[in-house]
């Protein structure tokens, strides 16, 4: 079974972001890692392709740049290669277009399942999983917990605000996979070597026939009114006596 | 000048239909002359009688036949654009089945979206949304370049429901273009005491500086005693210690509760979002730098491990 995973590359989200003071856009410069939150469909997919006893996983990404280090770190854990479109005209990409664009990558590798994260950590439109789905006219599930693959059906345990459906697609079909469901492996020294020298395909927008550009724009940035600390207090033994007080003071206790 | 039409994907929550759709009906009235809804619920009937003192006119029902609501219901607003029946607006609530119509129906209409909006503007027709970034700190305005209908996005709590306007809603099938092949086959509802996260007036989160998946139990015997409801932050989420539907953040659920405490948290912008509109916020954490110290009221530099015990102690001895 091959499996494509879309992964984005993203500013450390350790550091505060900004905003380019000319276009608005999130600065994405410098080197970008593989956002935490797409290490869970690489584990998932690597899991699933074991399962099935054969395949492989395809990780595909766009980025501004041809900065790669995000995907070496998803080929480290195993990923068999990974497509780039890298393209300066992408920048600043609405969410339309940037499905537009992996949509036309993973129908180049054909594959039976595509996953995805629930959103992405710089970003967080949340639509991609949909709209690639939709691009490419395939069944989708989103908010995957669990998913097992039987026959040509992906069942799938998804998140609801209750509890959670069993949904089931047949495959190929996309299905985005919510944080923390499995535990993505750490890339070994043999793994990280490997990496290196594993097939990273660099595309353009024209090559997959996408007019890069955006139905959206920014009209103002401001500064948001800021909240004011309160009263900060070294915790002396009996700290939990001023929660007690205040609590007593919004009568709650 | 208003818009002339808006359209809104009405959700249940439960036996009822979810606040965040209440919200956004509310906020459609004040922009649009006539607010209608897209519903794929079990109950159109109650729906509309809920829905029409909220000046709701007209409620669309779509029969997904079991299937995950993004296609069909998608296909059933792309219909009826396509039958010439414009809305100015669509709009959807962040929630699992909205971000899923609102991929789908973006592409049915090759139309931008706009998410996680906090608010909207109507000036001289064109439409302008509101996204906070960088944890709230940052407000974004933006606009669409391409004509109506513009799809927007908003988070929980963005406005407040109250009824007004129209008294009556009719009920009218829409024709479903394109059934979905993604078929719930059985549903699970996960019993849970108290009250729910969104909504409840004390919310009591946890994160990484519980040290380990066992102290969670803190979290829930703390938020049981003050009647609130537990959350999490997105560290303890991905560590799989708590599920998602704990989450508050960016990420998760926005909440804004009279009282948020907060645990163990250190702060991350990504939190932040989802619980910097707490009316009041206590926080604990032992390092005296971490960013949640400078949102909050009440901020104790200390242990989690000694304070929380002594704290839940003192609470059960009153």
């Known amino acids: 079974m091959n499996v494509v995973v879309c992964v984005k590359q993203i500013p450390d989200p350790a550091i505060p972001g900004q905003l380019d003071p000319q276009s608005n856009f999130l600065k994405r410069e410098g080197k970008l890692i593989l956002d935490d939150s797409d290490a869970y469909g ?3 997919a690597l899991q699933l392709v074991d399962a099935a006893g054969g395949g492989e996983v395809t990780l595909v990404s766009m980025a501004p740049n041809n900065e790669a280090s995000g995907l070496r770190t998803a080929l480290a854990m195993g990923a068999a290669k990974a497509v780039l479109i890298s393209d300066p005209a992408l920048a600043g990409a609405d969410a339309l277009t940037t499905a537009k664009v992996l949509a036309g990558a993973i129908d180049r590798v054909k594959p039976d399942l595509v996953l995805t994260a629930t959103e992405a950590t710089d970003g967080y439109t949340g639509t991609l999983p949909e709209q690639i789905a939709g691009i490419l006219d395939l069944p989708s599930i989103t908010f995957a917990k669990k998913i097992e693959i039987v026959g040509a059906t992906v069942k799938v345990d998804r998140q609801t605000e209750a509890g959670y459906d069993e949904v089931e697609a047949p495959m190929p079909a996309v299905v985005s996979v919510t944080a923390g469901v499995v535990e993505p492996r750490y890339p070994s020294f043999k793994g990280i070597m490997a990496a290196k020298s594993k097939p990273v395909d660099e595309l353009t927008a024209a090559d997959l026939g996408v007019t890069p550009g955006a139905g959206q724009q920014i009209v103002s940035v401001i500064a948001a ?3 004011q600390a309160g009263e900060i207090i070294e915790d002396d033994g009996e700290g939990y006596l001023k929660i007690i007080e205040f609590l007593e003071q919004q009568k709650v206790l | 000048m208003s818009l002339a039409k808006i359209w809104v994907f009405a959700e249940d929550s439960g036996d009822k239909l979810s606040t965040g759709t209440l919200e956004l009906v509310t906020k459609a009235r004040s922009l649009g002359d006539t607010v209608e809804v897209f519903y794929a619920g079990t109950n159109a009937a109650g729906a509309a009688a809920e829905l029409g003192p909220f000046g709701v006119s007209k409620v669309y029902t779509v029969d997904a036949a079991g299937s995950l609501l993004g296609v069909p219901v ?29 991929g789908r129906l973006s592409v049915k209409l090759d139309r931008s979206v706009l998410t996680n909006n906090i608010d909207i503007s109507v000036e001289g027709g064109q439409v302008k949304v509101d ?19 513009h799809l927007v996005s908003f988070r929980p709590k963005s406005f407040t429901a109250e009824p007004g306007g129209a008294a009556t809603a009719e009920v009218v099938a829409a024709a479903v273009g394109e059934a979905g092949k993604a078929k719930i086959v ?4 996960e019993e849970r005491e108290g009250p729910v996260l969104d909504e409840a007036a004390l919310v009591v989160s ?9 102290k969670y139990s803190m979290i829930e015997d703390l938020a049981k005693l003050l009647n609130g409801a537990p959350g999490a932050s997105r560290a303890i989420v991905d560590a799989g210690w708590v599920p998602y539907s704990y989450q508050v953040g960016q990420t998760g659920k926005v909440v804004k509760p009279d009282i948020y405490i907060a645990a163990g948290i250190s702060g991350a912008t990504q939190h ?3 619980m910097k509109g707490s009316k009041t916020i206590i926080a604990i954490n032992k390092d005296a730098e971490a960013p949640i110290f400078s949102i909050a009221d009440l901020g104790i530099v200390g242990d989690v491990h000694k304070v929380l015990p002594q704290l839940i102690d003192a609470i059960k001895g009153r």
């Open chain 2, 272 to 274: 932040m979002v989802g």
């Open chain 2, 131 to 149: 996204e906070a970034i960088f944890g709230g700190a940052t407000l974004v305005t933006s606009t669409f370049t391409a004509d109506a209908p």
């Open chain 2, 206 to 214: 946890g994160g990484r500086g519980l040290g380990d998946a066992d």
């Open chain 2, 186 to 189: 059985a549903r699970h509802v």
């Open chain 1, 42 to 44: 690489v584990e998932m």
């Open chain 1, 225 to 227: 009114e800021a909240r």
């Open chain 2, 74 to 102: 998608a296909s059933a607003m792309a219909a009826q654009i396509e039958s010439g029946n414009t809305p100015d607006l669509i709009m959807f609530a962040t929630s699992y089945d909205g971000r899923d119509v609102l």
